[in-house]
């Protein structure tokens, strides 16, 4: 249970983090290119990936670009979400993400979609538009207009980057390897765009990097090694990183950062939950 709550504790202080930043009016982007070399040589030393194994990636590699490319852009998608609607919405918006790989196992795969799934979807789809939900009468500022284009960048996001993780799997790639080849694949290609864009480097952007850095991999080691420890319960393991995840970014953003839900989006996070809930036992 320690590495499920590291993995959940990581995975929420990212969101505190580019909250921080975005008030701060600090260049996320900077942040995020700074934090992928952190990323890439803690996948190295906890992971130990096989580098010797690159000549087989072969096939995988289109997978491995389109990874290289999305990473980086979710980042910054999130932490535009999180600036528009808040990290509470925009973190359960990435844990119902899991609906996405689902429906696609159903609809390019050929797996079969059974009725608890089909429950289990429509309770996803509901909690997303209850999430983005904002009442008609209520000031929004250009940025909160634009709540459901973040948070829908966020959701699709993070299930094609799933997706595209358990298709590289499925061919035989070891996810270390994987990850490590996409980690300096996307810290690469940012850091080329940044140059291209003759983007005013900050100081202060590319220290929180490496925190960025740290906490991401950090999410992504605790929770591989609580699936390793709890490998006979991978339900605790499912279930206790997405509610979990959901329940702390409640907390925090509503009790750190007075982040406001109307009763709908308080609804919406309650589906959420159930969402997670029935897609794990069907």
């Not at 979990?244 to 509503?254: E, K, N, Q």
Request: hydrophobic residues 55%; proline residues 3%.
């Amino acid at each position: 249970m320690m590495y499920l709550t590291i993995a959940v504790l990581c995975s929420v202080a990212v969101s505190v983090l580019l909250k921080i930043l975005r008030q701060k009016n600090i260049d996320i982007r900077q942040t995020i290119v700074a934090g992928y070399p952190v990323a890439f040589l803690l996948t190295w030393f906890l992971l130990k990936p096989e580098i010797s194994e690159v000549s087989t990636l072969n096939n995988e590699w289109g997978t491995i670009i389109a990874l290289g490319v999305l990473l980086p852009t979710v980042f910054i998608i999130l932490g535009r979400a999180i600036e528009a609607v808040g990290m509470v919405a925009t973190d359960a918006a990435q844990r119902l993400s899991l609906i996405i790989p689902i429906a696609a196992a159903f609809l390019l795969f050929g797996e079969v979609l059974t009725g608890t799934r089909i429950f289990g979807l429509l309770l996803g789809f509901l909690a997303l538009g209850a999430l983005v939900y904002r009442p008609q009468h209520t000031a929004l500022s250009k940025e909160a207009k634009r709540t459901p284009l973040w948070l829908f960048g966020v959701w699709a996001g993070y299930g094609v980057i799933d997706i595209l993780f358990k298709q590289v799997a499925k061919h035989g790639t070891a996810f270390p390897l994987t990850l490590f080849v996409s980690f300096g694949l996307a810290g690469l290609l940012l850091f080329i765009y940044l140059l291209v864009t003759r983007v005013r480097w900050q100081g202060n952007a590319l220290v929180a990097g490496l925190l960025l850095g740290a906490l991401n991999m950090g999410n992504i080691y605790a929770y591989v090694r609580a699936h390793q420890v709890l490998s006979e319960s991978p339900s605790i393991v499912f279930t206790g990183m997405n509610v979990g995840v959901i329940a702390v970014a409640t907390l925090i953003g509503v009790g750190v950062f007075k982040e406001t839900l109307n009763r709908i989006n308080v609804l919406g996070l309650l589906l959420a939950i159930c969402c997670v809930g029935v897609l794990f036992l069907a």
